[in-house]
């Protein structure tokens, strides 16, 4: 029969389609409907019964024979999800009603198209949570799926690879909100990838991270775009604000040969950490030269463990000056590494391992092996000088630090006044706000801590007010050099933070001293503590002992 020839049809079709396509299934419908007298159906998919209510759902399947009719059947179905599926059938005015059989018919297809719609939005549900984040962007997942494909049929050409992470997007929220940065990370969104096309693709990977494959003839665009674009966040006073990012480039070649996704990824993840930390560049394409400090980075986060079970890193002391007196008076605890008898400069090791949480072992293991000296020291009746272990902020995501920490000194036996922990300014609110909790913990704990590289970071005036600091360490940036003279502005500034620093109560040290003339500008200024290399370099265990046992140094100047 003429009816189930034509069912047998639709039912093939469907099985053979993932999602559905409107002019795939249409013909099938318009040939059932005309061979049962049905002048119109609609196959409605609601998400939830509020928006059934608003009549806000995806017509998917539809038929209408453009003639006037009456709805005879309205059939409603709520899935698992609680998506509801509405279907409703119309029979022309004035026609004779269906027979039995007919309704039978018109059921059996009914049913049909719903089950097909319910397993359709099933199908598109389970894409969106695959494929999008809670926010409504294309995730890593949808990038990496989409990058393989392309790549299988081209090897990327013609193509470029970012990866791009809006700049203080957190002071962003604070300026106009949550909400309303919610509102201007989409709008900027949807800038960049307008300028993409549909030949590309732009992902969120989390956060204000974000990854995108571009045609190369419209990076330089793009780019312009990321370099800082003023995004309106209120249309009634045409309020703007601007938006920039770092950003990682890595141009495919024509000669590129696609292997995997994790090749892209490495490529431009590596770039934009350079842009992010360089200080220089917001944006960094990658390089062959860039590719080598990969592979050194792979080799020191290999080396790593061994070496840490090895002890091959060591602890080398930089002394701390009153500069009034020439007392020795404290000293600040720095991380050599020697492997295979050969010194790996610090430069080549500690930003290798800042970029995961390998830094928050070796600071531990530095804190643990200070702490063993200062005992010796201590047992040795030797006169023992404060001394300040530096602290990474990736510790800040640790709720037990100040527990963790707290554990190794005493496990050590060593007088809490021994310790100073030295913190550097923090680039985020929340970062600042996991900063306070620390510090005021160490405080209460009688263990001092400072603020290293003062200025640099973020909020550097609301860093003092609200963290209880004991020490202020002034950046050598701030230091004045001889060709600096009074009203210069590093003179300017550097008086002013070091009366402000005394004002507060906070002993204040100036680091990276180096020539005479800086120590006649601290003592011209009342700052009478220095670090640098016009005192002593950083010194090995041994030699420092002799500073110790002397514990005054002869100043000339």
Known sequence: MEFYRVFELLIKRMNSMHQIDLDEIKPYVARLCEYLRVAKVTTTSYANARLESLDRGEKLITYDAGVPCVEAINKRIVTEMMSIISCRVYIKAGDVPWTPEELDRINLLVDTLSIYVGRSR?????????????????????????????????????????????????LVNQQVGRRTGSKVMKSFFDMAESIIGNEGILSRMGGDNFVALCPTDRLDTLLTLLSGTAVVYDQETGDRINVSASVGVFVVPDDFVFNDVGDILDKIIASVTVAKTSGKEDIIFFTNE??????????????????????????????????????????????????QNTLIPPNDFIPLLEQGIDICKLDFYML??????????????????????????????????????????????????????ELTETTTD??????????????????????????????????????????????KSFLPVDEDDESSTRSVMFKYVVAMAKELGLECIAEGVETVEQVKVLRDNKCELAQGFFFDKPLPMEEFEKRLDVHHYALNS
């Open 290 to 339: 860039m590719r080598a400090r990969k592979e050194h980075q792979n080799r020191v986060q290999r080396m790593f463990p061994d070496a840490l079970r090895n002890e091959e890193f060591r602890v080398y002391y930089q002394p701390k000056i009153d500069i009034m007196t020439g007392e020795l008076i404290g000293a600040e605890a720095l991380c050599r590494w020697f492997h």
């Open 122 to 170: 099933v199908i598109k549900e389970a894409e969106r949570f695959a494929f999008f984040d809670d926010d409504g962007y294309h995730n890593l997942r949808y990038f990496i799926k989409n990058v393989q494909r392309i790549g299988q049929i081209n090897n990327l050409k013609g193509m470029s690879a970012l990866n791009y992470n809006l700049k203080h997007f957190s």
């Open 368 to 421: 643990d092996h200070v702490c063993r000296d200062i005992r010796r020291w201590l047992d040795e009746g030797r006169k023992v000088v404060r001394v300040s272990v530096n602290l990474s902020r990736k510790h800040m995501l640790d709720v037990d630090l100040l527990e963790h920490l707290l554990d190794i000194v005493d496990r050590n036996n060593v007088p809490h006044k021994y310790i100073e922990v």
């Open 430 to 475: 929340v970062e600042f706000k996991d900063l306070k909790r620390v510090v005021s913990g160490l405080q209460n704990s009688g263990i001092s801590t400072s603020v290293d590289d003062f200025g640099m970071g973020y909020s550097s005036l609301n860093l003092i007010k609200e963290v209880p600091w004991n020490v202020l360490k002034i950046d």
